[in-house]
């Protein structure tokens, strides 16, 4: 049967917690499910995929909520506390809440990762429960420690996609993988993981999710055969109930902390729009996500930063664009393309949403989708982090295979040494600039002047944020000539200024807290600005 999916905030009226509800398009439902998510940037990896398997639970005859814990995703709250634990327990419990309410019973529980020892320490009573690649508290947080080191030189308070406290990571280490207890469970494990549940408790072997939950690129690809098997376990698990048809609480607007949060659609693109709790804002912000992220932001940056933006005053828009996060439906063996033209036009239409002036930001591929929307829009400035791609054109390759050629730096010795990378070595270090820049507007090679220069002769400051790997592809593209040429036709008030902003440390996704910190003060500054 048809399913749909409505976006709602639930929970305390202070600090409410953000959620989805996919329901039978009857609303006539057998039972109810609560998916428990993971956490970090496993969390947000996993959106796509617990969207399907929502939906596939949701077409089955159950109401099935989807939530994000207190301090993450769109829930209220800051990251980092030292009661994080807790509030992500009593979020558990809220949600399952949420769900008795309907009048469907208790809610049967999938718990995901590090969401089974918070769904186990909340006390829940299901009458079914799917343990899904479970893993301890101590376990999660020593790999996620390691993990940060390692990719992004960051201290034990970052993970990567969640800021931690030393104490909430020792409650978390506190908490085992299976304590939660239902009259019938399912262990969903990888290939070779550690035996973990009661004895008597039903086994499936999950392959695919290293692909899923700790993909090396951009690319997360789906379990699709265990969500499968996982739906078809619940329904014949779940005890036959009969049918109710049930009328949720939908709430699309929230206040708290001295700001308003709004759940819109801007055709087609799931969107959140800040704004002050009181008064019309003075300045807008629209903030783009990037290949696979959602509208979040990079350890939650562009949530914590929209709130920031609201209590100045100001408005923010942050959307994922259509076919990524929860905009679009979820197909089987999806690949969520870099570059699709659909992003280009939904970062116009947020653009287009806001009022007075405007400044457009994004990271990656999403300063490319933040290029476009403030050339289409005249925006007053734009913020343009870590960009990759200096191209107006998508090469063929990536259009018609978003999964092979993405467009990015070609910093591996194989290319360097093919035939091609020798030529464009020579090519950037013999031909006369205005040479280079051709080939760049041709869209052979990546020179940033080629992005920048319609978007501040159209009257946009622009400000280049780049970590070291960035500013090193921008360099090796000849980025300071073009800094130069640019320089120069702002100096004849041919064209806004640009600039560039270096950090000498930090990490191209952005979740290192000094590349935070400096895009933050950049969009901010602005924001104050009268």
């Not at 104490?167 to 035996?195: C, F, Q």
Request: charged fraction near 20%.
């Amino acid at each position: 049967m048809p399913s749909t999916e409505i976006r709602t905030y639930f929970g305390p009226e202070a600090a409410p917690l953000y959620g989805a509800l996919h329901l039978p398009a009857s609303r006539s439902v057998r039972g109810a499910v609560l998916i428990v998510p993971p956490l970090a940037k496993e969390q947000h990896d996993a959106l796509r995929g617990l969207r399907r398997l929502a939906d596939l639970l949701a077409a089955d005859g159950f109401a099935v909520l989807r939530f994000d814990y207190a301090g993450t995703g769109d829930s209220a709250g800051a990251a980092g506390r030292a009661d994080a634990v807790t509030m992500w327990i009593d979020s558990v419990r809220a949600a399952a809440a949420y769900l008795r309410s309907l009048g469907a019973g208790a809610p049967a529980v999938v718990a995901v990762r590090a969401g089974a020892a918070l769904a186990g320490a909340a006390g829940l009573d299901p009458p079914a429960a799917v343990l899904w690649d479970p893993v301890g508290g101590r376990a999660f947080a020593r790999s996620r420690v390691a993990l940060a080191h390692m990719a992004v030189g960051a201290g034990p308070g970052t993970w990567i996609g969640l800021d931690v406290h030393a104490d909430a990571v020792a409650d978390l280490a506190r908490l085992p993988a299976d304590a939660l207890a239902a009259p019938r469970t399912l262990v969903a494990a990888r290939p070779g993981a550690e035996p973990v549940g009661a004895a008597d408790a039903d086994r499936l072997t999950v392959d695919g999710m290293a692909e899923f939950l700790e993909a090396p690129t951009h690319l997360v690809r789906i379990p699709d055969p265990a969500l499968d098997d996982i739906t078809a376990w619940l329904s014949a698990a779940l005890p036959d109930r009969a049918p109710v048809t049930v009328d949720p609480v939908i709430r699309t607007r929230a206040r708290f902390d001295g700001v308003e949060e709004r759940l819109e659609d801007l055709g087609g693109a799931a969107a959140v729009r800040t704004l002050p709790a009181e008064g019309a804002p003075a300045r807008s912000v629209v903030l783009c996500a990037t290949a696979n992220d959602t509208r979040h932001g990079p350890n939650r940056a562009w949530v914590a930063l929209a709130r920031e933006i609201g209590a100045l005053g100001g408005e923010a828009v942050r959307f994922d664009r259509r076919g990524a996060g929860e905009s679009g439906s979820v197909s089987a063996t999806e690949v969520v393309p870099l570059f699709p033209a659909t992003g280009i036009d939904d970062a116009i239409a947020a653009a287009r949403s806001c009022t007075g002036p405007q400044l457009t930001a994004g990271l990656c591929s999403g300063s490319w989708f933040a290029a476009h929307a403030a050339r289409a829009v005249g925006a007053d400035a734009a913020v343009l982090v870590n960009s990759v791609l200096y191209s107006w054109r998508i090469k063929a390759a990536i259009a018609e295979d978003p999964a092979g050629d993405l467009g990015t730096p070609r910093s591996d010795r194989a290319f360097a040494v093919s035939g091609r990378g020798r030529l464009k070595h020579l090519l950037r270090r013999r031909l006369p600039y205005a040479g280079w820049r051709y080939l760049g507007r041709r869209g052979v090679t990546q020179v940033p002047e080629v992005l920048l220069r319609p978007v501040v002769d159209g009257g946009t400051h622009a400000v280049l944020v780049l970590s070291p790997p960035d500013a090193g592809w921008f360099d090796d593209q000849r980025g300071p000539e073009g800094m130069d040429s640019l320089a120069r036709r702002a100096a004849r008030g041919a064209a806004a200024p640009a600039r560039t902003v270096r950090i000498p440390t930090g990490d191209h996704p952005g979740h290192h807290p000094e590349v935070r910190r400096v895009v933050a003060t950049a969009i901010l500054d602005w924001c104050r600005q009268r």
